[in-house]
């Protein structure tokens, strides 16, 4: 059941408290309430996701993950300084279902080897690919698009799961670029070769996107997750807007964690018990932030700013990777693309009374249906100069995503136009950030001081500089006569000379949304790092940390389906750890 006011929650004491009901946290809810036996409270701090038109209609995201959204974070990034030290956003999800319930919903695993380097660097087999894949079918349930085209040919059916929990499908409207991108790429086969399914472990290769679209709707962990069946379970309680400060030891001085601390005014403290595990699924920024909160990190600094250190785990908030993204538009001759319905108010409220009585039309797909996941040319003088970040040969150095539109990142010239965006990110990327509690003022309701690290290692600024002239080669191939028009003013100085285009990717480039690394998993038996192989936190007992900020490496894609088997393996290490009580 749903709360919205502490003071109705029925119990103060449960077997599992879950901080944060995203993208993780709600997995572990709801495989944790499958026995009966156990009880379990999710305290999130943002309100229930449900009645909000944007987050069920794939087209609208926008709005959401807006700097003005009352649906994210107000997380602001330091300035870059190499990228002309601007301070590119960094939204999260502050709803149920977290940045499930806001993110651009494509399903994208990582490469096989991401996997792989994941349990050799933890020396838990578990974490490989083929042991994960069982996960990643769990949370999965292949559905066909909203118009329900004929999809052959166009994914891997031996790659999916049919009857797991989150809807995954293929684009639900066709756009006129996906022609054209196809056929550019089938003429340039060398550097753009098809591939069916970029989510069978070889993602090398261009094609077609999934997405956790259900029927025309988005499916946030919320909507899948914390469906009726599993919300209406007597032993899932879920607290809304309740942010969490603390964890705290069952006595001073003690590390082994039995309490949750949490307020609904930021003035009146609560406390809540967990008898068996505090599960911290906060996500990559507020999961570290906590964890400092409660005297958990580097025990110099957290002295330094006054609050009493009780773990030493100088890695708490480190090893940040955060992807790279360019996103570079055009002017596009045709009638249909995003704007469509985005510059005209007349044609979106036609669109929407579609989306509402049949769930079909333009607004049910998500930005970008086509894909290309790319590795950087084997003589390339990126290699033989950086040591290379990607997990093995069979990972993509950077992707390309095309979108019939300007995208939600660029802001439409006046004038308004038709529009076609190819982004680029480089998504195995060297450089590393942090995460760290504002020294000035570490109240637990300030934001913690992010720093994404963009282009800090110079291999990704040199990778991004190849993906985007890759972006340029695929656009002059002749299949763009008469499509393709001038590109919008920023990006043309790009299209001129070498120094034009490193100006303006420094002067474009954006966080990707995919965070990880923060509460890394170390190498099994090592002292530093966050977590073990297993999840749980190092040098403390009754805290276990599983979202998106266990990753040790980002995988070389988006990171939303790892975190659902992260979450889901996350899970039943918790089951076997209490099996017996
Ligand atoms: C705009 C955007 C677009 C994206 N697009 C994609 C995409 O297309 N594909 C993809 O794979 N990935 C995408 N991502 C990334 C992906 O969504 C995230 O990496 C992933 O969902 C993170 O999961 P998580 O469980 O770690 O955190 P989240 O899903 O963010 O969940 C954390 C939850 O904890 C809550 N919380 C935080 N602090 C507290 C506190 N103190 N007290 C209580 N609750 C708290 C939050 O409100 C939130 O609900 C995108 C992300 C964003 C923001």
Not at 261 to 280: G, W, Y
Not at 448 to 454: F, H
């Amino acid at each position: 059941k749903e709360y919205s006011n502490v003071a109705d929650l029925p119990l103060s004491t449960y077997d599992f408290v879950i901080v944060g009901g995203g993208n993780a946290g709600l997995v572990v809810a709801n495989r944790l309430t499958e026995n009966p036996a156990w009880s379990v409270l999710v305290i999130e701090a943002g309100p229930s996701n449900l009645g909000i038109l944007n987050e069920e209609v794939p087209a609208l995201a926008g709005p959401l993950f807006a700097a003005t959204s009352p649906y994210t974070w107000k997380y602001t990034v330091i300035p870059q300084e190499n990228a002309d030290n601007r301070q590119p956003g960094i939204p999260r999800g502050k709803m149920l279902g977290g940045s499930t319930a806001i993110n651009e919903m494509w399903y994208t695993r990582g490469s096989a080897e991401d996997f792989d380097r994941f349990a050799a660097v933890t020396g838990d087999k578990g974490w490989g690919w083929d042991e994960m894949l069982p996960y990643f079918f769990k949370n999965e349930r292949w559905t066909e698009p909203a118009d329900k085209h004929n999809t052959t040919g166009q994914y891997d059916p031996a790659a999916h799961g049919t009857d797991g929990i989150t809807a995954v499908s293929l684009p639900g409207y066709p756009w006129p670029i996906f022609d054209l991108v196809m056929e550019t790429a089938a003429s340039m086969p060398d550097e753009f070769p098809f591939v069916l399914d970029y989510n069978a472990g070889k993602p090398i290769g261009l094609g077609w996107t999934q997405t956790t679209i259900n029927g025309g709707f988005r499916h946030s962990s919320a909507q899948s997750y914390l469906a009726d069946q599993y919300i209406s379970r007597p032993n899932l309680h879920v607290l809304v807007t309740a942010q969490v400060s603390r964890v705290l030891p069952a006595s001073k001085g003690s590390t082994h964690f039995t309490k949750v601390e949490f307020s609904q005014d930021f003035e009146t403290l609560h406390t809540v018990t967990a008898t068996k595990e505090i599960i911290l699924s906060a996500g990559s920024l507020a999961t570290p932030q906590i964890l400092l909160q409660s005297g958990i990190g580097n025990s110099t600094t957290l002295k330094r700013i006054g609050i009493t250190p009780l773990v030493n785990l100088p890695a708490v908030g480190q090893n940040m990777t955060e992807q790279p993204l360019v996103s570079n538009s055009w002017f596009a001759n045709t009638t249909q693309s995003y704007e469509s319905y985005n510059l005209n108010a007349t044609q979106m409220q036609i669109d929407l009374a579609l989306w509402n009585e049949t769930h079909t039309g333009p607004l049910v797909s998500s930005s970008g249906a086509q894909v290309a996941f790319l590795r950087l040319p084997e003589d390339s003088p990126i290699l033989s100069t950086f040591s290379d970040p990607a997990a093995g040969p069979e990972t993509p150095h950077i992707e390309l995503e095309f979108t019939a539109g300007i995208g939600l990142v660029t802001p439409v010239p006046a004038g308004g136009g038709h529009f076609i965006s190819v982004q680029a990110a480089v998504v195995s990327c060297a450089s590393r950030g942090t995460v760290t509690l504002n020294e000035t003022d570490p109240s637990p309701w300030n934001l913690p001081v992010i720093d994404t690290g963009l282009f800090r290692e110079e291999f990704d600024f040199q990778t991004m500089v190849y993906a985007v002239k890759q972006i340029f080669k695929f656009l002059a191939s002749p299949v763009w006569d008469g499509y393709l028009m001038q590109p919008l003013d920023a990006l043309a100085p790009a299209l001129e000379s070498d120094a034009g285009l490193e100006a303006y990717i420094r002067s474009n480039v954006i966080n990707n949304q995919h965070p990880v690394g923060t509460a890394g998993m170390s190498p099994k038996g090592a002292s530093w790092g966050v977590t073990d192989p297993d999840l749980l936190l190092k040098k403390a007992t009754g805290i276990r940390v599983i979202d998106s900020s266990v990753l040790p490496y980002v995988v070389s894609g988006h990171t939303m389906a790892a975190t659902y088997a992260f979450a889901e393996r996350g899970s039943d290490l918790v089951k076997a750890t209490w099996a017996h009580h």
